[in-house]
């Protein structure tokens, strides 16, 4: 049996509004009480799902944050 189409549909729909809505709130966060950058992540990772760019994006997230962390360890894993 073939999976529904409109279900897919539905379910793309959702990542996408869901997403957005989080990269919005966590915009918001960044100067409102509230975990902003960790929730413009969660949006970002919905995202990637359905976009590259996002992808690409979140990817370069990654980096930095890594980057960053290795600098404050003094680059000691």
Known sequence: MMPDRS????KRW????GGFTLLVAGTAMLVLPGP???TMALGLTL???EFVWARRLLDRVKKKTAAMR?????GRR
């Open 7 to 10: 279900l897919d549909q539905t």
């Open 14 to 17: 959702l990542k996408i509004v």
């Open 36 to 38: 902003g950058l960790l």
């Open 47 to 49: 995202l990637s799902v």
């Open 70 to 74: 290795d600098a404050v360890r003094g």
